[in-house]
Structure formats: C-alpha cells, structure tokens
C-alpha cells in the first residue's frame, strides 16, 4: 500500500501505550452503523439505507459487562435516512456508567458497535456528507511518547465499506514544535502535530470511512512497528436524510444535490 513517509525529526521507544482506536466491523448487509464518544455523551448514527421504513433497537453496556444494558430504545428510521441517537453516560445519581459497545439490531440481525474514543486523533465530526473535506489533527507528541528516532507512514488513500472510489489523504500541515529566533537567542516551543486532509467522493448511499497510519521505531538493534486504527467516519450521499434525535436538540437536514 502506498504511504506518505513523515520521518520525525524529534526525539521519538520501545512501546507505545497507544489508546488509538481499532474498530470491529461495523457493517453488515443490513446494518451501517458507528458509535463515539464525546464528552460525557455516546453518539450511535444508524442508517436505514433500505426502500422501506425499518425499527432499530440500540442497547447500551457498561464496560465488562454484557449482562444488563444501561439503557434500551428502540426507533422506527423510514427508508433512506441516516439517524442519531445520543445517550447519556451519566445516571440520574450522577454517577458514570462507561459505555465501552452498543448493540444495534433489526428484526432480522444485530450488531456489536464499539464506542469509539480517540485520544491520538482529533475527529471534529464522525458523520459528513458526500463531496466534503475532512481535516483530522494528529498529536504526535502523544504517539511519539519517549521514542527516539523513527517515522509515521500516514496511508496515501482510505476505503469506503460500500465499495466506493477511495479518496487521496494529504499532509496539509506540519507543525514540528519548535522555531528559533536568532535576534532574540529564543526558542518557543509548542506541542508538535500533523493534520491530515481528504475528501469524501460524490456518492448515493451510505458507507465508512476508514484509514490508519503506521508508526515505525528506529533502534539500535531492532525496530518496532504499530499499526494505528484511524476513526470510523459514516459518509452519506445524496440521497441521504439526516436526522439528529438528542437531549437538546432535534434537527433534520438533507443535503443538497
């Protein structure tokens, strides 16, 4: 596969305890579907990419435990519309509930959705239309950590689940964490990070979006290698609904052709 090579030119070891996402498949021949984190709230977008109006039952677990759901709902979604539900981690008593999965079913099948939460990677959204850019940052300082020399290979084109034409992935800036002012004798520094560029092609339907980024360590006598599971992105086409049902708000946009 081709890749864009960043050598990173500060110092970069032998692990990485990286909390990087590595999603399960979220898509099965009936179900599209994905899950996030953000704040103290669970995201769940599912869409209905059927000619027909379907019901959906989204169950919600607690970390290390698949015995009791948090929380249950069920929805009808009609045909064409891509749908999210929010759910709060928070209980009335105030305590949280981590919710690590969601189990997104029909009348026909289900589904294990992992809740998505990006420690390495800033996601400004997980869901977006057909035919827009996407600007994700990259914290290298976290992926570094106390690693000495080596290199990230970000992938040069990511894949869309519904077989769609995959999309180039761009470096549109490079920011290395240090600048020197020789007037002054100053160095600032600041935390160092990429952010990667792409588009979402024109489409119909739905689909995820997927990419990763290989972290490659440089030592003496061996080197090191991880794999980093960029985030699942829903992309919807033209003629996709979008409808957001949350606490505090309730919203319904199509996109136009």
Do not use: C
């Not at 976290?142 to 077989?163: C, F, K, M, P």
């Not at 003496?220 to 033209?238: A, D, F, H, K, N």
Request: aromatic residues 8%; charged residues 20%.
């Amino acid at each position: 596969m081709k890749r864009i090579s960043l050598i990173l030119l500060f110092t970069l070891i032998l692990s990485i305890p990286v909390s990087a996402f590595s999603p399960r498949q979220s898509v099965s021949d009936r179900l599209t579907t994905i899950a996030w984190q953000d704040g103290d709230n669970v995201y769940v977008a599912i869409a209905n990419n059927t000619s027909s109006r379907n019901t959906y039952t989204m169950e919600t677990y607690e970390a290390g435990n698949r015995r009791t759901p948090l929380d249950r709902r069920s929805i009808v979604i009609p045909s064409r519309t891509l749908y999210i539900e929010e759910f709060s981690i928070r209980s009335n008593r105030g305590r949280d509930w981590p919710i690590d999965e969601v189990v997104v079913s029909d009348r026909i099948s289900s589904i294990v959705v992992p809740v998505q939460i990006h420690d390495l990677l800033d996601v400004p959204n997980y869901v977006v239309s057909y035919n827009s850019i996407i600007d994700i940052e990259v914290d290298l300082l976290a992926i570094r950590q106390r690693s000495e020399y080596g290199q990230l290979l970000v992938d040069n084109e990511y894949t869309l689940s519904n077989g769609g034409r995959p999309g180039r992935i761009s470096i549109s800036t490079f920011e290395e964490g240090f600048s020197l002012s020789h007037a002054r004798n100053r160095v600032d520094y600041r935390p160092p990070f990429i952010e990667l560029s792409m588009r979402t092609p024109f489409m119909q339907g739905v689909g995820i979006l997927t990419f990763g980024i290989m972290h490659m360590v440089d030592r003496p006598s061996s080197g090191y290698r991880e794999y980093i599971q960029g985030p699942q992105i829903l992309v919807y086409g033209s003629d996709i609904w979008l409808v957001e049902e949350t606490s505090s708000r309730s919203s319904s946009d199509r996109v136009n052709r």
